[in-house]
T-cell receptor
Framework: GAVVSQHPSRVICKSGTSVKIECRSLDFQATTMFWYRQFPKQSLMLMATSNEGSKATYEQGVEKDKFLINHASLTLSTLTVTSAHPEDSSFYIC???????????FGPGTRLTVL | AQSVAQPEDQVNVAEGNPLTVKCTYSVSGNPYLFWYVQYPNRGLQFLLKYITGDNLVKGSYGFEAEFNKSQTSFHLKKPSALVSDSALYFCAVRDDPGGYQKVTFGTGTKLQVIP
C-alpha cells in the first residue's frame, strides 16, 4: 500500500505556456501533500505544503502566483507552473502522508523541460 | 529550527562489505528521523524511520539505522552491501509532533557499491 503516482512523468513545453502536474495517492487518503523541486545532484527543496480543501502553505521564496497548487480531494493535488520559463526546468516531486506522524510517500517525479 | 547534515557526498564500499552512511541532526524537541533512497530519475523510496522506542531501527532491503541521542546521529547501516544498493540516500528530520509537518532533508549521500 501507500502508492503515490504523478502524471506526466516527463513534459516539454514552450516558454510562456502553463503546465499542470498531477499527484495522486492511489490506495490511501492523504491528509497532507507536499511539492518539492530537485535540481541536479542536489537535495529536495520543499516548495509548498497543501491540505485538502485549504490553501497551500508556500515556503519562503516560492512564488504563489507562479506555482499554483490545488488540493481538491484527499487523493489529488495539482501543481500548475504558469508562464513557464527555462529556469523552471527541473525535477518536481510530490509526496503524501496519511497522518501527522507518518513518513512521506513519494511520487516518481516529473521532469519538466521548458524550451 | 531543525536541520540535518550528511557529511559525505559519496561513500564507496566493496560488495559484501558493511556500509555506513552518516547523518546528524539538530532539533529543538524530540526528533522524528527518516531515511529515503532515490534511484536515478525516480522519486524517493522510504527505507525506515525512528519515532520512539528501540534505538536500533530495522527497515527495508536489510538496512538498519541506530538512533544516538547523545551524538545526535542516525547513521544508516547494512551488514553486507549489494551492487544494487548503489543509489542516492537522504536522511530527513522533523521535530513538530503535530500540525505543520515540514520535513528537512539532508543534501544526500551517493552510495557506490563496487563489484
Amino acid at each position: 500500500g501507500a502508492v503515490v503516482s504523478q502524471h506526466p512523468s516527463r513534459v516539454i513545453c514552450k516558454s510562456g505556456t502553463s503546465v499542470k502536474i498531477e499527484c495522486r495517492s492511489l490506495d490511501f487518503q492523504a491528509t497532507t501533500m507536499f511539492w518539492y523541486r530537485q535540481f541536479p545532484k542536489q537535495s529536495l527543496m520543499l516548495m509548498a505544503t497543501s491540505n485538502e480543501g485549504s490553501k497551500a502553505t508556500y515556503e519562503q521564496g516560492v512564488e504563489k502566483d507562479k506555482f499554483l497548487i490545488n488540493h481538491a480531494s484527499l487523493t489529488l493535488s495539482t501543481l500548475t507552473v504558469t508562464s513557464a520559463h527555462p529556469e523552471d526546468s527541473s525535477f518536481y516531486i510530490c509526496s503524501a502522508t496519511r497522518s501527522s506522524y507518518n513518513e512521506q510517500f513519494f511520487g516518481p517525479g516529473t521532469r519538466l523541460t521548458v524550451l | 529550527a531543525q536541520s540535518v547534515a550528511q557529511p559525505e557526498d559519496q561513500v564507496n564500499v566493496a560488495e559484501g562489505n558493511p556500509l555506513t552512511v552518516k547523518c546528524t541532526y539538530s532539533v529543538s524537541g524530540n526528533p522524528y528521523l527518516f531515511w529515503y533512497v532515490q534511484y536515478p530519475n525516480r522519486g524517493l523510496q522510504f527505507l525506515l524511520k525512528y519515532i520512539t522506542g528501540d534505538n536500533l531501527v530495522k527497515g527495508s532491503y536489510g538496512f538498519e539505522a541506530e538512533f544516538n541521542k547523545s551524538q545526535t546521529s542516525f547513521h544508516l547501516k547494512k551488514p553486507s552491501a549489494l551492487v544494487s544498493d548503489s543509489a542516492l540516500y537522504f536522511c530527513a528530520v522533523r521535530d513538530d509532533p503535530g500540525g505543520y509537518q515540514k520535513v528537512t532533508f539532508g543534501t544526500g549521500t551517493k552510495l557506490q557499491v563496487i563489484p
